[in-house]
């Protein structure tokens, strides 16, 4: 659990030791602007930005009931980022699961990629796309596009 919040803490505490620096070498406009910056970097790296994850199981069984997709995430991966990023508000309507917080889920991806916990991994219809085009999964939830193997 608390290794999910390392990369934002330390964000936080360099972050912090910069604006200290700059704010004792007479630039407070700079210092602020800086700890602004770091704070807004932890907060895109922490959990806080993905929608609220459920186990592996539990994804599976609602994907079942409403057919939504699966994403298999974890906190710090960059394409996590620029997959939650670039669906905006069309990320509430998949379930994500954390394989940090979840062995099932991890052993889930480590299953569909050779061993790797690649992420995201997203199933649609219980096959597995790895790292697919946020694009083409945007497409997918507006119902203008249909699974395709990648």
């Not at 505490?13 to 800086?34: D, H, L």
């Not at 069984?61 to 508000?89: E, H, N």
């Not at 979840?102 to 480590?110: C, F, I, S």
Request: aromatic share 10%.
């Amino acid at each position: 659990m608390m290794r999910v919040w390392v990369l934002p803490l330390l964000l936080v505490f360099c972050g912090a030791g910069v604006a200290a620096g700059w704010w004792s070498g007479g630039s407070p406009g700079a210092a602020v602007v800086g700890l602004v910056v770091f704070v807004g970097l932890a907060w895109l790296c922490s959990p806080l930005v993905f929608p609220r994850s459920v186990g592996a199981q539990e994804a599976r069984r609602l994907s079942a009931l409403d057919g939504r997709p699966v994403v298999f995430w974890r906190p710090g991966c960059t394409y996590c980022m620029r997959l939650r990023i670039r669906l905006g508000r069309r990320a509430r309507h998949l379930h994500w699961v954390d394989i940090w917080r979840d062995p099932a889920g991890a052993a889930a991806v480590r299953a569909v990629n050779e061993g790797n916990e690649t992420v995201p991994t997203v199933f649609v219809d219980g096959r597995p796309h790895t790292n697919p085009d946020p694009a083409w999964v945007r497409e997918l939830l507006g119902g203008r596009a249909r699974p395709t193997p990648t």
